[in-house]
């Protein structure tokens, strides 16, 4: 489908030059959050169309995309205020925040620690719910073999991303290419790393990650849709169900022949139940 890309905009995020997409004057603020190793492409099917009916931000994460990569991130805790940072630079007192991947587990936790600023969550294939995650992460997270395995390849970025989609169409050259010309600039890879061991061990999701946003979430009072692709291969549809199951006002769609990005995989399918959410 045509696709109207915002042009690319930068702001100072506390002392962070942060590169993000901003797209419709009207309706309530939207904040679109990518996962590890991502940017704000993972949501270029997106943005339009919920900009039809919502003023819409997508942000590059510090340490991804084209924002800067220092200070190297020492936790998660970081990012869930760097999003509040952000949402404080744009002037933005309450927002929707939709949130895939690790993306997801930032926004749980900020719905957690600043109940006030979230009018409603969208939770797409999100970390946190539990231990189990692709093996590929664990093993960058072990000191030394991660500096020595991670290197950024056109080969390896295609090869990642076949496991990220359930359609290996949707990979094209185009593709893997802005995704491994984002992941070799200057600082990237050892923030990428950073990022990996903050929230990942050689068990899988850490406890620390999983642990508080589990007994959070029970508490959270923002209505919530929980999005997950059938096929992930990243994050086992399992934890779709356990975070049904403990988010109280919360509600699931589950997307078949679909892997870890719904929201790429198959977009005008998941725009129109997200912007069915948002205006109930």
Request: charged letters at 20%; hydrophobic letters at 45%; a positive charge.
């Amino acid at each position: 489908m045509p696709m109207q890309v915002p042009k690319d905009q930068y702001i100072k995020v506390g002392t962070i030059n942060t590169r993000f997409w901003v797209s419709g004057e009207k309706g309530t603020p939207v904040i679109l959050v990518h996962g590890l190793g991502g940017s704000i492409e993972n949501f270029v099917r997106n943005i339009d169309i919920l900009a039809q009916r919502h003023r819409v931000y997508a942000l590059d994460l510090k340490g991804f995309g084209r924002t800067d990569k220092t200070p190297v991130l020492r936790d998660l805790d970081e990012l869930v205020q760097f999003i509040s940072d952000f949402m404080e630079a744009q002037h933005i007192d309450k927002a929707s925040l939709i949130g895939n991947s690790l993306g997801g587990g930032l926004v749980l936790q900020f719905a957690i620690k600043f109940p006030d600023k979230v009018d409603k969550l969208v939770l797409i294939d999100n970390a946190g719910m539990g231990k189990e995650v692709i093996t590929d992460f664990k093993i960058l997270s072990l000191p030394i073999i991660g500096e020595l395995l991670y290197k950024p390849s056109l080969k390896a970025t295609a090869g990642l991303w076949r496991k990220i989609v359930f359609d290996a169409s949707l990979v094209t050259d185009e593709l893997v290419e802005k995704t491994y010309q984002l992941g070799v600039l200057p600082g990237a890879p050892k923030a990428m790393l950073a990022t990996v061991r903050a929230g990942i061990s050689i068990r899988g999701q850490r406890a620390n990650l999983a642990g508080p946003l589990l007994a959070g979430a029970a508490k959270i009072v923002a209505p919530t849709l929980i999005v997950w692709g059938k096929q992930d291969k990243i994050i086992p549809v399992a934890h779709a169900e356990i975070a049904k199951q403990t988010i109280p006002n919360s509600r699931l769609h589950i997307f078949d022949r679909c892997g870890h990005m719904p929201q790429l995989e198959h977009p005008d399918k998941f725009n129109n139940l997200v912007l069915e959410f948002l205006a109930a």
